[in-house]
């Protein structure tokens, strides 16, 4: 059909069904309000969708069977909202995903609370009762706008069968511009079954809202002479820069400046971690150079992010000698965790590119980055690997990342497992680090592997998952079966909600109530279950044979390694304690 | 396949990871306050708290108060009034709020508010603005006389007048509601309704940045409404 033309404009759309050719293939008319809103997908170039089916969001379901769009229907919609988002953040679009009314709503909650933390663009469309039944109780009915609220950017309820289509496409656009984020548009069933030919124009964000521009030349004179002078200057590279499709100008500044750079965790990719200016990640469990860098720079300069607490620590000893340049997207950021001396709003593109141009000398830093290279010889990421003992999870995370190529795509879940993928998996490129930060979402990572491979099938897909994480969205196995998805989830099993127990050994006395499996379910076999290849180890070469043999096998495939269940994740700051006092074991902290 | 990071590295035994304690590391001086402000913690007061009017003009459309209530309490903005109403501009509300906070905090309680996608602008007014608020007073009849000289004396008016019970309307400032509120309290208030204050800029200033009259607000000239509604009719 017409999916590779550009969208067309309001009025040639409304042309569109006078003027046709007839001999010409076209789309199928605008008859009803479902339509409508699968027609604003199209015009908005949205190529799958994720969901579940149900009797209120069934007219969508409908009026998608005459459409391109691939539909992907999931196990759950909590998964499905996890792929649209992780589709979305591999392609730099918003994903969407679909529920029904009521329960189908609630499941995509989580998904959506996820989806909003990280600053993701994603846009999720629920069916509703019929606006006549709205507030009577009525089977399935969720207030799902007023559930809702505070986790999107901004919800929908459409009311009118007329302009339903240039809601969705609204909303589609909203969810992208400025600051990404979710939203959703409630369908009631009576506004999408009613009968319409109003083809909607093309994705056009509301105009209450302003989108992002340059940066103020002044503010950025200001912070340019700030970096200019520095000696100790650091560069942070937030989730925003990944967002903004700033990496490269993000990479030039720094290495035209000579400036370290750490980054956030969602910006795990942004600077290439073998790049002798990167430290990689600061926080919790961020490296030991990149919290001892935050801790005794002079100047940092932020770029995209959001000053999560996971990232500062306590914010009376975050950075504490450092004057602050941030730079974002969104003004209510600035100064909301972290004072900022040198404002800079605006999209984090342009305004690098104007920082770029702006700062005249480099900033004599040698010193400092001998420093920063010394920390980083003091404070490797090690481990030690014991002959005959259990196996350890770093040596996977390595063994998988040496046995990938280096765009692979990695997703997670949470826990100690997701630490040990960021900190021992070498990322080099911008969205092959796919996880769940804000929210800390235990199953993400099976979903968002799905929608990841959808995303970009051409690329290796590894979801390195925790045995616990896994069990809580694993019924989506049988949707990477259905669709053939060559993905390979690596369960870092060790019997336990391993970052509680970590936590119960640190702080509760190792009272490890409610942290381990009595009983833990055979991965392998639950994977053949499924439909998919099994593989399982406990030993490093046993290991080595599953990896290889996982990612040959062209389909999704589960290994089930048996890690050390005693291994903790470190460097680690303590809850609202200093970065630069990061523990390297229990004893520390 | 090697599972160390660094190979020139000394073999690492563990627990743990490598490097020096965080007592052998060195630790800076400084600190910031709760706003993440640097500051010197012998001299740091605590952020004082100050009243602020803040005006939201939004688009007048269902749930949109709920939009700023759950904002407010999600964000634990500390909102002392809200009230709310249509303005000259079709589809347009104006929101004014009342609101404790820190410098900081009210600063995020416009911007914010701000990002709602019905807020079309918000602006924090003067000291000078000029704010109104009103209360209905419902108290005992027993002194029809005395009510009738307090509510006099503050440029009220009487509504409502029984045997039992006077009702009475005040309007001016805080000061003025809360000092009236005080005087009737000697008859026995049985109920109170209090608006919350409402407020606009003095003068030319607009009360939301770069806000303009709506087009009902403009003067009415008859001449000129009958032409054009004149040349609007086939002839
Ligand atoms: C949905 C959800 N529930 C609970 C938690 C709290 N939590 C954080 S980490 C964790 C343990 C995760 O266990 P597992 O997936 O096995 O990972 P491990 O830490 O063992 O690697 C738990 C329960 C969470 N983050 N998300
Ligand atoms: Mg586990």
Redo the contacts with the bound molecule.
Sequence with gaps: MSEQQPAPTADEAADAETTTDASEPTQTPVTTGAASVVRALENAGVEAAFGVQGGAIMPIYDALYDSDIHHVTMAHEQGAAHAADAYGVVRGEPGVCLATSGPGATNLV?GIADADMDSDAMLALTGQVPSTMVGSDAFQETDTTGVTAPITKHNYFASDADTVGDTVGEAFALAAEGRPGPTLVDLPKDTTMAETDREPGPARPPETTTPPTEADEESVDAAARAIERAEKPLLLFGGGVVKANATEEARTFAIDNGIPVVTTMPAIGSMPEDHELCLSWAGMHGTGYANMAVTHCDLLVAVGCRFDDRLTGGVDTFAPEAEVVHVDVDEAEISKNVHADYPVVGDAKAALDQLTEAVDDAPDAREWRQQCTTWKEEYPLAYATPENEPLK?QFVVEALDEATPDDAIVTT????????AAQFWTFTNPRTWVS?HG?????YGLPAAIGAKLAAPDKDVVCV????????TIQELSVAVREDLDITVAV???????????WQDAFFEGRRMA?DYDWCPDFAKLAEAFGARGFSAESYDEAADAIEDALDYDGPSVIDFHIDPAEN?YPMVSSGGANGKFALSEDQL | MSGEESTDAPEFEGPGMPGPAPEERPHPEGRRNTHGVRIDPEAEAKPRQRTAVVSALVEHEPGVLSRVSGLFSRRQFNIESLTVGKTTVDGHARITLVVEETDAGIDQVKKQLGKLKPVIQVGELDDDAVRAELVLLKVRGDEPDKVHAITQMYEGETLDAGPRTITVQITGDQQKIDDAVDAFRQFGIIEIARTGQTALARGDTPTTPGEEPGHSTEPKDSTYSDATDADDEPN
């Design positions: 989580t999870p879940g949470v826990g100690q497992h997701q630490m040990w769940s929210l800390g979402t235990m199953g998952d925790g045995d616990g994480s896994f069990l809580m870092l099993n060790n019997e336990y909600i391993g970052m509680v127990r970590q942290a994740v």
